[in-house]
């Protein structure tokens, strides 16, 4: 049974930082690519961050480029989200997923598996 937990979330001021973790059970994690998506209240979710299976090519929205880093240690099964520079805008359920694609992708439906989500709350 494939499962994905995040941890990390929580309530910061802005101009802070978290970092996020997921970490990964039931799946070779090194063959899949890993996304992070995030859900604020009364909006879908959106594209947040992506790495490929090796952790050599990243891809961000345009709205956290330059604030968060995506990154993997296939070692320890965990994908990260390095969150800087947060902003009140930036509050929401982030989700990882994971993709056997392998590749990179923003596509929501390529994603097979999700894990629950974590809260992030920004404070202005």
């Known amino acids: 049974q494939v499962q994905l937990v995040e941890s990390g979330g929580g309530l910061v001021q802005a101009g802070g930082s978290l970092r996020l973790s997921c970490a990964r059970s039931?799946?070779?994690?090194?063959?899949?690519?890993m996304g992070w998506f995030r859900q604020a209240p009364g909006k879908e979710r959106a594209f947040v961050a992506a790495?490929?299976?090796?952790?050599?090519?990243?891809m961000y929205a345009d709205s956290v480029k330059g604030r968060f880093t995506i990154s993997r240690d296939n070692a320890k099964n965990t994908v990260y989200l390095q969150m800087n520079s947060l902003k009140p805008e930036d509050t929401a359920v982030y989700y990882c997923?994971?993709?056997?694609?392998?590749?990179?992708?923003?596509?929501?439906?390529?994603?097979?598996?999700w894990g629950q989500g974590t809260q992030v709350t920004v404070s202005s």
């Open positions: 790495i490929n299976w090796s952790g050599s090519y990243t």
């Open positions: 039931g799946l070779t994690f090194s063959n899949y690519a």
């Open positions: 997923a994971a993709t056997a694609g392998m590749l990179a992708t923003t596509a929501m439906p390529q994603y097979d598996y």
